[in-house]
């Protein structure tokens, strides 16, 4: 339903209602304002329109309701010239507007059009941030994309298994998250998650940090340090960007693979360690293997089990749920509303390419939530890469893009989505057939991370 029309006047009720179907929306009319109110919640997708003066209940006392019920719903008021100043104070209490008797029809159409809008708008954030909230704070692991279920299963399989894993994907697409998840939900979850950033320490640094050393063992070793390594004992160790290791110590790092051993700098004593370890590359080992930049051996043993994170281009149907959790979460820590989404931002959504992927996508959505959207992020949102498919592929692609924006505003509420869209229902299930999309998947992605076992991942 588009629009509630609210009016105890027969006739005017009638001809107004009929002018608003003609123009293709869809129209409820009632004869007071407490029919109404037997109808309108706070999940109402339209635009209430009422007369002011009726019997029983006006439409001020009427307004006044459905602001409690949902201050974001939009009430256009319909007045006598008398009652302008009464409709004015209405509007700074939050009506959307009023219309001054008698008025033209084109400007009823125009002011429902734009509350329609921002109705469409408001819903929509809202239901992006109660996905964030469902999902909790791990949200990068949500998708409905065939390749995020993938790695969700595969994730499942290997959580409670004890061998090694590799991760790779392009900076940014969230291998330091999937590392947690593993590692939170193992058996291992009670011991520490110890992170080595790899490409981030001194090549003079890193092995004291991952051996440790004894005192004395050079000359700045003051005392004893445990290293990262032991560190990890009885928990997971991830080393992140391992590609950026030194040859010399992917030697030593093979030795603890295999013998789950260490020895400090400075001591010949060697310490049995019990330790998961995840790798984390943003590149190819395999191609830095062929062309001898790391070591063959270490490569075979990490590729036991190896998890591919898919570029957030891969699962553009994914951004709405992500954007909307980052934008939520950046308000919140900006101490900030979640604003709506103008057009530009919107437009940017739908067609950069992402090359950071996840973390880009989230510095966005801090932008957004500061009113920072800048200029830069205006050309790139309007200047679109011409796509390579011809008109009718572009057209499927498009829809098949509507109905996943839908679904996932509506967390996969058919009605919703069907109300959303402006379609029959049947041509709803029709259109998820041709395009292949399972609307299960966005019921169940808000839930992706809600539990606290391995297989509610």
């Known amino acids: 339903m588009d629009v509630a029309f609210i009016d105890d006047d027969p006739i005017l009720r009638a001809a107004n209602v009929q002018a608003l179907m003609l123009a293709g929306l869809d129209v409820a009319s009632f004869g007071s304002a407490g029919a109404a109110l037997e109808r309108l919640d706070s999940g109402f997708p339209g635009v209430v329109v009422?007369?002011?003066?009726?019997?029983?209940?006006?439409?001020?006392?009427?307004?006044?309701?459905?602001?409690?019920?949902?201050?974001?719903?939009?009430?256009?008021?319909?007045?006598?010239?008398g009652d302008i100043a009464m409709a004015v104070d209405a509007m700074r209490e939050g009506a959307y507007d009023f219309l001054a008797k008698p008025?033209?029809?084109?400007?009823?159409?125009?002011?429902?059009?734009?509350?329609?809008?921002?109705?469409r708008l408001v819903l929509e954030n809202r239901a992006l941030r109660q996905q964030?909230?469902?999902?909790?704070?791990?949200?990068?692991?949500?998708?409905?994309?065939?390749?995020?279920?993938?790695?969700?299963?595969?994730?499942?399989?290997?959580?409670?298994?004890?061998?090694?894993?590799?991760?790779?994907?392009?900076?940014?697409?969230?291998?330091?998250?999937?590392?947690?998840?593993?590692?939170?939900?193992?058996?291992?979850?009670?011991?520490?998650?110890?992170?080595?950033?790899?490409?981030?320490?001194?090549?003079?640094?890193?092995?004291?940090?991952?051996?440790?050393?004894?005192?004395?063992?050079?000359?700045?070793?003051?005392?004893?340090?445990?290293?990262?390594?032991?560190?990890?004992?009885?928990?997971?160790?991830?080393?992140?960007?391992?590609?950026?290791?030194?040859?010399?110590?992917?030697?030593?790092?093979?030795?603890?693979?295999e013998?789950?051993?260490?020895?400090?700098?400075?001591?010949?004593?060697?310490?049995?360690?019990?330790?998961?370890?995840?790798?984390?590359?943003?590149?190819?080992?395999?191609?830095?293997?062929?062309?001898?930049?790391?070591?063959?051996?270490?490569?075979?043993r990490l590729h036991v089990a190896t998890l591919h994170i898919p570029p957030l281009r891969e699962r553009r149907e994914d951004i709405p749920l992500l954007f909307g959790h980052f934008l939520t979460e950046a308000a919140r820590r900006f101490r900030r509303e979640p604003p709506l989404l103008p057009q530009q931002v919107r437009h940017r959504l739908e067609t950069h390419e992402w090359p950071g992927n996840v973390r880009e996508l989230a510095h966005f959505a801090e932008r957004v939530a500061l009113g920072l959207v800048s200029d830069q992020d205006r050309v790139d949102g309007q200047m679109?890469?011409?796509?390579?498919?011809?008109?009718?592929?572009?057209?499927?692609?498009?829809?098949?893009?509507?109905?996943?924006?839908?679904l996932a505003m509506t967390q996969g509420d058919v009605q919703a989505a069907v109300q959303a869209l402006g379609i029959p229902r049947k041509t709803f299930y029709d259109k998820l057939r041709r395009h292949n999309i399972d609307q299960n998947a966005y019921r169940a992605a808000a839930k992706v991370n809600a539990p606290t076992s391995p297989s509610g991942i």
């Not at 033209?104 to 734009?114: C, K, N, Q």
Request: net charge negative; with cysteine; aromatic share 4%.
């Open 50 to 81: 009422s007369d002011v003066r009726m019997p029983g209940m006006d439409g001020l006392t009427l307004f006044r309701h459905l602001k409690s019920i949902d201050p974001g719903l939009p009430v256009v008021l319909i007045t006598g010239h």
């Open 103 to 119: 008025y033209p029809m084109e400007r009823l159409l125009g002011t429902v059009r734009h509350a329609l809008e921002k109705r």
């Open 132 to 257: 964030a909230e469902n999902a909790g704070e791990k949200m990068p692991l949500i998708g409905a994309a065939p390749v995020m279920e993938r790695l969700r299963q595969s994730i499942r399989q290997l959580a409670d298994a004890e061998i090694d894993v590799l991760i790779q994907g392009e900076t940014g697409s969230g291998k330091e998250v999937v590392a947690n998840a593993l590692h939170r939900w193992s058996p291992r979850a009670s011991h520490p998650l110890v992170v080595v950033n790899c490409g981030a320490l001194p090549e003079t640094m890193i092995e004291s940090e991952l051996f440790g050393h004894e005192a004395g063992a050079f000359t700045s070793a003051q005392k004893r340090r445990i290293g990262r390594i032991e560190h990890a004992n009885g928990g997971t160790l991830f080393l992140d960007e391992i590609e950026a290791m030194p040859m010399a110590l992917q030697v030593k790092l093979l030795r603890v693979l």
């Open 259 to 300: 013998a789950r051993e260490v020895m400090p700098l400075g001591t010949n004593e060697v310490r049995r360690v019990d330790i998961r370890v995840v790798a984390a590359a943003k590149v190819d080992l395999h191609e830095l293997v062929r062309r001898g930049d790391f070591r063959e051996d270490l490569y075979y």
């Open 384 to 406: 679109a890469t011409p796509s390579p498919l011809c008109l009718p592929e572009r057209m499927d692609a498009f829809e098949a893009g509507e109905i996943r924006a839908a």
